[in-house]
């Protein structure tokens, strides 16, 4: 063995010896200097001379082969070398075939020192991780049933603590990964919170530089894995190393929504403002149009009875006319004045029929087309209305950042971390950190999102168990005292706002389990949690995880077609109007009769006809 090794060496050295100086300019410098050389030259002289060093192996690159030159050889100790030297492409976690048997080799020699001079550094990291796998067997394949601590959190849908009885139950993907890798693994896992995690949660840095909740025991070293919807993220990362991400998680807000209580506009919600604009401008233009041809008819019949005879041809011929039945002017009064063609032509627009065909064809043919446009147009209004009032009231929603600006409500969340996330923004999100508030419970922040002042910022799955559980919680409170409550509190329950998840992400975020710093468990653990996600377990366990919240969901206004008398707020504002200026119409009526009429000299209250004659000539 030492003979060979002593060959390895002479090769090594003949082919240093014969290698140029300057072959990389990077080293020139410390080629000069030699201050590398005699930091290797004490370092081997050393190692020899407390007589344990048994054979020296070297792995460097083109960069440094300069510093091994025969002067560096001549004054250190006797000890048997071997030089390895690789290109700077190569990969070194998986070695080709000369620098894999040089490394065999060299461990069956039985050196027990390597100097590694390389200047890419990754292919140092890689290097180690490839000598650490090959030298140190990997012992965490097989675990051997050791129990380790798993410390956790509830935090929907990575961890689930089902209440059954006096008992609980956890589940969420989370502990559904736990369990496959503890199987993979052969450990088992101890699962236990921490001493008040309701107050503590993921846990924060104290005063005193300790953390507490969750990433306390992390940090302590008294759990071996965490689990609790851990963001994969530079703080995190800090305090503890994190898995490869499992999922992505959306985060959102949840809001609260605002009903919009437009039922006294329902009479004129069927069209849109310009829709409503073109009708009256029709009716009016329309209702113009009929009292001009009803004008042109009548002074036409006015002028037929004053000139019974025609010019014709330059030859005039005294001729008798004759009227006919049919040419009498029958129903040109209802447009003979204005008011009365805009009234009639109104009323034809709400489907109400005419007392008298009016006289004249371009009339009759207007009032034919007219009554086809009118059908269209109330038929189109009352499809519209039937659907207004058989859907539920609109709802007015915060669905993206910049609405959830503009609206002022306050904006909360847990930990200082959350906070600076979105004060330290370049974008508009930074003035949602200004009014940012750190809340400690997500069911208090519901409530008060519920009166329609506050919105909470979480991922979207756990907005929605929020969301759901305390809808469910009200359902069973109320049924619980239905006996007992009054009509006036039920009403108060009503005004409550409605919560709404934000559609909007403000951020995706990738998601992990913790391990403890440096810890052996991580490689193996990372291995087996992708092969997790690409079969699709991931996935399938967060469905799982998520149902019984999508069955406890219970979708209000189920029956749509529901008629109520709110729904009509409009039909009687619409009446209510109506009755105003009829009565208002009526008293103007009633000055004008006694403050003009009876006051009149020419007034006879036995003879009205001959008195209204007489101011109809007049």
């Known amino acids: ?37 005699l930091v290797l030259i004490d370092m081997l002289n050393g190692q020899a001379r407390r007589h344990d ?22 004054r250190i100790l006797s000890v048997p070398m071997v030089m390895i030297v690789v290109e700077e492409y190569e990969d070194l976690l998986s070695p080709n075939f000369d620098t894999l048997e040089s490394l065999r080799e060299a461990r069956m020699d039985g050196c027990n020192i390597y100097i590694i001079l390389l200047a890419n550094g990754l292919q140092v990291s890689r290097l180690l991780r490839f000598g650490d796998r090959t030298l140190f067997a990997d012992k965490t394949s097989n675990l051997n049933g050791e129990a380790l601590n798993v410390v956790y959190f509830d935090h929907a849908p990575s961890v689930v603590i089902m209440k059954m009885n006096d008992s609980s139950k956890v589940s969420g993907v989370e502990i559904e990964i736990l369990n496959t890798l503890s199987q993979q693994m052969n450990f088992k896992p101890k699962l236990y919170q921490p001493n ?23 940090v302590n070293g ?20 994190l898995s490869i991400p499992y999922t992505s998680q959306c985060w959102t807000f949840l809001t609260p929504e605002a009903l919009t209580d437009n039922s006294w506009k329902t009479l004129i919600l069927p069209f849109k403002l310009y829709m409503w604009i073109a009708v009256l401008l029709v009716l009016l233009i329309t209702g113009i149009i009929f009292y001009g041809l009803a004008k042109y008819y009548m002074n036409l019949q006015e002028l037929k009875k004053e000139k019974p005879f025609l010019e014709s041809n330059k030859n005039i011929e005294k001729q008798e006319y004759v009227f006919e039945p049919s040419e009498k002017p029958v129903g040109l009064y209802l447009f003979g004045e204005i008011i009365n063609s805009i009234l009639y032509t109104y009323g034809m627009l709400l489907v109400v029929s005419l007392p008298k065909l009016p006289t004249g064809w371009s009339i009759r043919l207007l009032t034919g087309w007219y009554w086809l446009y009118c059908i269209l147009l109330v038929v189109s209004y009352r499809a519209s209305m039937t659907a207004i009032l058989a859907n539920p009231a609109p709802r007015v ?55 329609g002042v506050y919105a909470y910022y979480d991922n979207k799955d756990f907005l929605k168990y929020l969301s759901v559980k305390r809808k469910n919680s009200l359902i069973n409170v109320d049924k619980a005292v239905n006996a007992t409550i009054n009509d006036t509190d039920i009403v108060s329950t009503d005004t409550e706002r409605n919560l709404h998840i934000m559609t909007d992400c403000v951020v995706n975020i990738p998601i992990s389990i913790g391990f403890h710093k440096n810890s052996p468990l991580k490689p193996l653990a990372d291995i087996y949690l992708a092969r997790i996600v690409e079969v699709g377990l991931v996935e ?12 406890q969901e219970t979708n209000e206004n189920e029956i749509k077609a529901l008629m109520n008398l709110k729904k009509l707020y409009g039909a009687f504002i619409a009446l209510a109007i109506g009755y105003i200026l009829s009565l208002i119409g009526l008293i103007g009526e009633l000055i004008h009769w006694h403050c003009v009429v009876k006051r009149d000299p020419q007034f006879d209250k036995y003879a009205l006809d001959v008195y209204y004659a007489k101011n109809k000539k007049q």
């Open 1 to 37: 063995m030492v003979f060979s090794t002593l060959i390895k060496l002479f090769l090594f050295y003949h082919l240093l010896h014969g290698c140029d100086a300057k072959l990389s300019p990077i080293i020139k410098d410390l080629h000069e200097s030699k201050d590398l050389q």
């Open 53 to 74: 060093v048994t054979c020296v192996v070297v792995i460097c690159d083109t960069v440094y082969l300069n510093v091994f030159d025969g002067a560096m050889f001549k």
């Open 196 to 218: 008040n995690i309701e107050v503590h949660k993921w846990g924060q840095k104290l005063a005193n530089g300790t953390f507490s909740g969750l990433l306390g025991e992390m």
């Open 222 to 241: 008294k759990a071996d894995v965490a689990l609790g919807n851990l963001q994969y993220n530079p703080y995190h990362l800090e305090l503890t190393d």
């Open 397 to 451: 929603t915060i669905d993206t950042i910049k609405e959830l600006v503009d609206s002022k409500v306050t904006c909360g969340g847990w930990g200082v971390e959350t906070k600076k996330f979105f004060e330290k923004s370049t974008d508009e999100t930074q003035k949602i950190g200004d009014r940012f508030e750190l809340v400690d419970e997500p069911f208090e922040a519901a409530n008060k999102i519920a009166k």
């Open 540 to 551: 399938k366990w967060l469905n799982d995880a998520m149902n019984p919240i999508r069955v």
